[in-house]
């Protein structure tokens, strides 16, 4: 036998976030189907930009952060080599005191208390 999963959106049937008057239903469920969510211009072009710069730093082992995890998607080492293109994600960066800001920022910190 085979089972048919529902992609339609369940009021109160929200199993990652909390009931709230910030997110929309459509970003709720776009978190459940997706894991992730963008909100665009939450954060300033000028933070993003330091963010950015760290990041690269660190992918380029100018910097090294004690714990952190460097995913890289080995697939795209012959087209970039190694540049911070192939890097994914940087994981565990909580040492990292500038990266580490982006958690502390007051409207990040609105949305992380959703879920």
């Known amino acids: 036998t085979s089972a048919q999963v529902s992609a339609v ?5 929200f199993r990652f976030t909390l009931d709230n008057d ?7 469920q776009f978190y459940e189907d997706n894991g ?3 909100i665009r211009k939450l954060v300033s072009d000028e933070d ?3 963010f950015r710069k760290e990041f690269i730093r660190i992918c380029k082992k ?7 995890m460097i995913m890289k998607n080995e697939a795209l080492r012959s087209q970039y080599g190694q540049t ?9 960066f909580q040492e990292n005191e500038e990266l580490f800001r982006y958690c502390t ?3 990040v910190k ?6």
């Open 9 to 13: 959106h369940q009021p109160g049937r």
């Open 22 to 28: 910030i997110l929309t239903p459509e970003q709720r």
């Open 36 to 38: 992730y969510l963008l």
């Open 48 to 50: 993003i930009e330091r």
């Open 62 to 68: 100018e910097v090294r952060v004690p714990g952190a």
């Open 84 to 92: 911070e293109s192939v890097v994914n994600k940087v994981q565990d």
């Open 105 to 107: 920022l007051p409207q």
């Open 110 to 115: 609105k949305k992380q208390n959703l879920n």
